[in-house]
């Protein structure tokens, strides 16, 4: 089992959703974050002191998959996330030892 | 950007030039103004006579006068601090609350750099252009820079009070016009487009049409000897035609935002949007009943009548949504007592309390479909449904103003004996619905022309719609460098 | 749901049954309204003669009671204004800073509902319940939609405004007295029973309630030949003491909300209820001073004696907070200004301003040992202390209202030779302590009992408390499909 | 805080001890105050006569004199309630939003507790101090607990008027300068420090600074015998000038806040602050134009250069920032726009609109160097901005009425034979700028000495700055016990 | 050493604290998040567009642990966090391979 | 590669951030959290109500490097983010087995 983390931008979330419930994966759990590489960030200016915007807005998709579900899943996270512009995001993918799931209580294979 | 920097300097420069003509005393103010009533004055009676002259009639009625216009003035000052309240806080509330996070302070800045701008320009020559002596199209220049605008009253403007109470009371009507139609245009209009586009719009669309309707000798004037005699008592072709129908045009020649219709833009926070709401309403009572240019019987009638459609509009538009979608909606609320207000408008001070109940109820249940079934239709992107809700409700209340105008709220016309003729259909004048055609003909026709022209003429000087790139960062911080929010800290 | 369904539909209908009665001049408005003041009126003075004629004074005459008049009635629009804004959006923001974030628009929502829906019951025949003649415990249906309510003034409520001020006026403190209620119901009662229930509360709770205190001939009325005159200026029995009796008889008939009190429950914004609760004092100046019916004397005292309350009760709320938990709190800073703004609101037009401080203290610290600790003593869940606050604050009010009422402020007894009698305790009248708790004990009973009929009713007919799924997910999704926030794009 | 707690022990002893001064018939309301126009009157005229006599005209004249009263009241009751909107929510919002979110309560609260604690110092002793009889450096007790203060008006304050109404009106404006301080001491100063201090500037500072400038016989009087005649509308030097220059000085004596200039301290929610804004704006009409203490053409004039002054320096502040720092931002349009607030306060009386607008422009440039530019040169922790808006703002601003002020708005000064003299540079009297440097050097002075004796006195007693772990962890929980949001439920 | 991660409902977080506190677990990070899965989500309508609300509120919380304490802890939270209904959650077990407290600098073994 | 989770205080952020920067290492994504450890928390009473607050507002950072980055971050993180008081916070070390980034859609070795 993986737990694959997709670092996308805040308006793909609907689309990465989407292309995993393709792949038939509905279980996922989103964060809010704020990103910071390569694309550029902005300056704020308050009454003439500035600040450097420099973490942008972004969400964090979790999503844990049997390990072979997980090329499957990259491949629809990138597909339906990538806008070719600089700041799309990454996927990490991390080794998962155990699964339960609370309402039963088992450790399941999701 | 350059524009504006030179009208900016502008403004910077004026007053210089203007100070010598203010400076002494103005023909206009020849009594200091705390003469008329600041101190307890002396008794009018001359204490020997035990007869009553004449002279003492005299002074006490002077006095009379001058009870009689602080109390109108009280109203009237009150009424035009409300109707400020209705664009900021009010409109930049409700409209900050219906944008995306990202460009709440991008909407909100625009109605309160109106509240500046618009200032400026009706010192220097909106007020002339709208209230001075002109043709029947527009005012002239007689009150350029506000000459002879002092605290004696013009009677034909607020006979009552102030000539100055009226100006800037008109004033505060001018600067939520073109605020409303930042609602079409929201999220992906530049700033500096706005600035300009908006600047131009005032003096080409606004100030035509308010001379129009409520000027003297205006070519839709009901009561100042106007051709086409066009009922709208406080606005609803001045205001909110304008503004809706110019809305549209906006909406369509800006194109939609990116990813509209299909990435989902709910609103960022409708709490705000309910507190812009409420606000409108409250403030309403001071563009409607304050329209009475009194505090008498009339302005009252108007405050009922502009309670009663808001109330009976949010009522309504609840209903088709909890018949339609099975949801009655807090959104849904807010935006029936906003179209109900509107509609409203042009009648509050010609019609009884029940027609206002009916008309509040017409324009609740037509601007929610306005909204969910025409807008769907035409897959245009008024954002906020400016054109929805200003353009169709106002439409509607110009028409129903026709319909249900009565003398015995407002004798508007008279025969040559001084005798009340019928004002609205209702009232068995049914001539008046083709007047009314007439004036929402006018209004749609000039805001319809003048605004694609003007948006023109902004887009090839300085640009109307911002980058792609600041589209999707957000207004916010790419035009004015700012977050609304902060919280992590 | 088909229940309101059905009485929706019937606002969509009457109307057109009432038009012809309106469309025709109404007989209480010979006049048209603006007749009365808004164009300047030629002096009253025949120029020729040297001696002033008595016609020329009857000329004069009229012009003063015109001017009175719209001075009066400039405050008095001005109040219903504030009145109004007390509950949106003043409450509303109150109450929804209060509830967790789920349950945000649905508190919000219903507060604004009801500003739409009593004033349509109004309209039709809230008004005449309580100001139309009848008997000592309701008003007749003489001012059935509105009939006979036009711009001249009812000499017995308010004989220098419209009547038609007066009804509106009147209407705003209909809407915020059910609207409290909503306060102990919150995060648990389903958006159909709380409509239903509201509108069954306003007729038969609210309505003889006014009657009996304000109403000509009423039981309780002081000035106007009741019974047991009960001294209640601007409401603490007819608003206060039924809202919050009643409010508690709504917490213990829906039970506790899922999870309380283990589970914690803090405001989800303490910034909007702090909001609404300065807009809720600001506003409490038009509901109490404006209960004065004019711009006079007793209007400026009870402004005064309002303000002062809400400062004592806070500094009492806030000492006795920090001395029992160690730390003083912006919630506690607000509740003890609002339960200052309600205990004084019966004795308002009747104390001098030493007095309402002392008032505003008991409250303060009275109803922080409500909340605090009788609250939690008893274990029910009035989820937002509206009984704790409105109903106990209330209570105390109008029992202090006996002992601080006094005729130099306000001469409401007379003797045959028209020599003002005491009023209060303190001014030499022990008795009016027990008319005072007469007044209490009906406002309570008609409260308890009435609410738990028709809860019941509302119970069988349309349900009150949302499901548990409900309650869970938050009313905003499952009620109104809405979220009060939306941050994340 | 054993001091605080002692003192509040006094608030809650003391009125036992008044009531009996109280309970009876006060000497100064001799008449109830019901009296005077709230129901209908009997006309004044005799009916049988048809020559006018002089006691029906005398009758009239009662009449007249009041319905003027009801007028003038009525805008006076409204413009204290608007001046009390000012604070809360106006301030409160203002400042909560520019603090970080750890400190929103914390700042906010200050404000609604000066609200309460100065209303009950200003009952017992300040309105005395202010306006009683006394040097020309303070009042005099003659009006401790509001001895001889009721509805009859006071000649020398407000002629039309009850005193009552003067007295709650001038309230407001004590209410609101200490709470303008706050913005310097904000996320720093302890709770319990803020009110020693508080109850103590206002006694020693304020107090002292309003009767010098608008008592009777005060030393910067300009109307009622002072020996240097300062103009002073509304409260330049009163208001703004002593509680900046105060700002200036705790900010100085508190020392910055942690990692302050280090780390980034952005505004918590700009939409909070926008809204308070707007609140201030339109609350600002109560301000200067209530400052007419009628609802005359003088009244209308300052509202009119209010409003111009307002919207100018929004302008100047937004072309400044566009033109240094290439974005136009909220922020500053709200910055600049309480700039303009500020400095036409002194002159609002006094100016004709053209120069209104110069004197705002003037303000929104100069208040955005101070706070850009000036600011971060001397590197003090103005946390937000009460010196660079309020003390800067309010100099200018009283410097400029000396130049603008012209006796075609007022007619301060008179010769001998009644005739108008000037009274500013440019209505020809140069040495009127004299007399503003005095009135300012003055304000400065009273300022800075009494602010650090006050601050110095304070930190011996309870202590001003919070600990280093409060700092970190925020106000709201460590001062408050409280958290502004509680969203993630 | 584990980094337990379990996602549960936001009404849950007190009731799983203590219980982690009673098998002397005391440390631990907490953040909101929104999850999918089985849990039928909501529709919102704002003035006629209609949105899916599918991603419900839920709290992750990240416990990292010594080896021998995480059946304990996993124990402790499933009994803490179920309700038995749909939307309970699930607990994720993942590798730690180093751990430090910042305060000292030095590598933890917790 | 190694996924370092470091849970810093809110106003440490920016130091961690350029400290990174330093090492060359300018990727991460930032999470608002709140968290419980050996800090003492707070009471806050509403209305008598009294509450704990005892999960503290702080925020994680999250940053994937090569192997042989991972103790040059750390140690850059540590040394940012350290005041010596409690409640300074943690980091963990977690392996990660795969990485891509979306823009290019490629397996990435960052
Ligand atoms: N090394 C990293 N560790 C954790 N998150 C990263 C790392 N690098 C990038 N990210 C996340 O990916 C987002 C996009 O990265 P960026 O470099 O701006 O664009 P792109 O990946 O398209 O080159 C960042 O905002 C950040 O949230
Ligand atoms: N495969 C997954 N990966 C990550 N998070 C998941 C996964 N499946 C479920 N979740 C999380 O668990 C929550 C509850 O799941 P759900 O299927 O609704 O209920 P249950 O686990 O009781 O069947 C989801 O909202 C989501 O946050
Ligand atoms: N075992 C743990 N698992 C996850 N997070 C932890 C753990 N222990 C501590 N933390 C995080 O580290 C933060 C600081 O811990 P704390 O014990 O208060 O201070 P310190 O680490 O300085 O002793 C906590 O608020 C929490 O977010």
């Known amino acids: 089992m993986k737990l694959i983390k997709a670092i996308v931008r805040p308006n793909k979330v609907d689309d990465v959703k989407e292309a995993l419930g393709r792949v038939s994966l509905s279980g996922m759990t989103v964060t809010e974050v704020r990103g910071h590489g390569k694309q550029k960030g902005h300056t704020a200016i308050y009454r003439g002191k500035e600040y450097d915007v420099s973490l942008l807005p972004k969400m964090e998709i979790e999503v844990v998959v049997a390990d072979n579900m997980v090329d499957d899943a990259v491949a629809a996270i990138i597909q339906a996330a990538r806008t070719g512009e600089i700041g799309d995001g990454r996927v990490f993918v991390i080794p998962v030892e155990q699964s339960y799931r609370i309402r039963t209580g088992e450790r399941s294979e999701l | ?489």
């Open chain 2, 1 to 489: 950007m350059k524009t504006f920097a030179a009208a900016a300097l502008l403004c910077l420069l004026f007053p210089v030039s203007v100070l010598r003509a203010q400076s002494s005393p103005q023909p206009s103010i020849p009594q200091p103004l705390s003469a008329q009533a600041a101190s307890p004055q002396p008794s009018a009676l001359s204490p020997s006579a035990s007869q009553a002259s004449q002279s003492d009639l005299a002074k006490l009625d002077q006095r009379v006068t001058a009870a009689q216009s602080s109390a109108d003035n009280a109203w009237m000052l009150v009424s035009a601090a409300l109707v400020l309240m209705m664009t900021g806080p009010g409109l930049a509330l409700f409209y900050g609350g219906l944008v995306r996070q990202k460009n709440t302070l991008a909407i909100m800045m625009q109605s309160f750099a109106l509240m500046a701008l618009i200032t400026i320009l009706w010192a220097l020559v909106g007020y002339s252009l709208c209230f001075g002596e002109g043709t029947p199209i527009i005012g002239g220049f007689s009150h350029v820079l506000l000459r002879g605008v002092g605290v004696d009253p013009n009677a034909d403007y607020g006979g009552t009070i102030p000539q100055l109470t009226f100006m800037v009371y008109q004033l505060m009507f001018a600067i939520i016009t073109p605020a409303l139609i930042t609602g079409a245009t929201a999220e992906r209009m530049k700033f500096s487009g706005t600035v300009m586009f908006m600047s131009l719009w005032f003096l080409f669309v606004y100030a035509p049409l308010a001379h129009m309707v409520w000027g003297k000798g205006g070519l839709l004037n009901a009561t100042l000897g106007g051709t086409f005699p066009t009922l709208d008592f406080a606005g609803g072709t001045v205001v909110h035609i304008t503004s809706g129908v110019s809305a549209l045009v906006c909406a369509l020649y800006l194109g939609k935002r990116q990813g509209y219709p299909k990435e989902p833009m709910p609103p960022h926070s409708l709490v705000l949007s309910f507190m812009g709401a409420c606000m409108l309403w409250v403030g309403w009572f001071g563009f409607n009943a304050g329209s009475a240019l009194a505090s008498n019987g009339l302005a009252t009638s108007a405050f009922v009548a502009t309670h009663f459609a808001a109330a009976a509009a949010t009522i309504g538009w609840l209903v088709a949504e909890w018949t339609t979608r099975g949801r009655p909606s807090a959104l849904g609320a807010i935006s029936g007592a906003v179209a109900g207000l509107v509609a409203i408008t042009p009648a509050s001070g010609f019609v009884t309390p029940m027609p206002a109940l009916v008309i509040g109820l017409v324009a609740g249940v037509g601007c929610f479909l306005m909204v969910t079934w025409v807008k769907s239709l035409f897959g245009y992107d008024d954002a906020l449904d400016a054109f929805g809700v200003h353009g169709a409700g106002g439409t509607m209340g110009a028409l129903l103003t026709g319909v249900f105008a009565t003398r015995s709220v407002q004798a508007v016309f008279h025969d040559a004996q001084g005798r009340a003729l019928p004002v609205g259909w209702i009232d068995g004048n049914i001539g008046q619905i083709g007047y009314q055609i007439v004036g929402i003909g006018m209004a749609w026709a000039f805001a319809l022309v003048g605004t694609i022209v003007l948006l023109k003429i902004t887009d090839l000087v300085v640009g109307v719609r911002a980058s792609e790139e600041q589209e999707i960062e957000g207004l916010d911080l790419t035009e004015h460098g700012e977050e609304a929010y902060n919280l992590e800290m």
